[in-house]
T-cell receptor, first 113, second 115 residues
């Protein structure tokens, strides 16, 4: 067990809908990272937050947004969902801004029908 | 940005044999190279990492080598066991303190160890 908790484990929704994925980092970790994993794209970095502030951005679509709350949990919001958004979404955490070890959660499997 | 290429995409070895997975990167500023193991239904788990000022690192049956000149690093697993079967990802990072960092992952190698 990595200590990173992601909910829900599975999510099935329809095109055009909006969903929220939740992540609780390991105790003591201040950085949260979001990744998208699909069969053809591998692990794609979306965004990083550190202690409530956005620190780095990857290939995150404008339809996606994230935030990190004062208790350090993070939420990834995906809106106007398309079939191509179906993927496994991982959250990871690390102690500082410069991640030297990432601890991953078990992921949320999103299926857009 | 960084581009990490990983080979092979699939690898089958007999139990007890060695397995080697290779990665190349493009950004000479990358300075940290971790390897992750992902078992079915689980998130990636860090198994070993190496920094750019080190050429080789070992941890029991696992070793990683880095060639900065060639921008190439490899994972070596010796005396493979069935429980080594998983997908392995390499990654490269150019983290800079106080500005955040990004990990760039390879596309993964599915390793199967045949008993």
């Amino acid at each position: 067990d990595s200590g990173v908790t992601q909910t829900p484990k599975h999510l099935i929704t329809a095109t055009g809908q909006r969903v929220t994925l939740r992540c609780s980092p390991r105790s003591g970790d201040l950085s949260v990272y979001w990744y998208q994993q699909s069969l053809d794209q591998g692990l794609q970095f979306l965004i990083q937050y550190y202690n409530g502030e956005e620190r780095a951005k990857g290939n995150i679509l404008e339809r996606f947004s994230a935030q990190q709350f004062p208790d350090l949990h993070s939420e990834l919001n995906l809106s106007s969902l398309e079939l191509g958004d179906s993927a496994l979404y991982f959250c990871a955490s690390s102690v500082g801004t410069v991640a030297e070890k990432l601890f991953f959660g078990s992921g949320t499997q999103l299926s857009v029908l | 940005g960084e581009n990490v290429e990983q080979h092979p995409s699939t690898l089958s070895v007999q139990e007890g044999d060695s397995a080697v997975i290779k990665c190349t990167y493009s950004d000479s500023a990358s300075n940290y190279f971790p390897w992750y193991k992902q078992e079915l239904g689980k998130g990636p788990q860090l198994i070993i990492d190496i920094r750019s000022n080190v050429g080789e690192k070992k941890d029991q049956r696992i070793a990683v080598t880095l060639n900065k000149t060639a921008k190439h690093f490899s994972l070596h697993i010796t005396e493979t066991q069935p429980e080594d079967s998983a997908v392995y990802f390499c990654a490269a990072s150019n983290g800079v303190r106080n500005t955040g960092n990004q990990f760039y992952f390879g596309t993964g190698t599915s390793l199967t160890v045949i008993p």
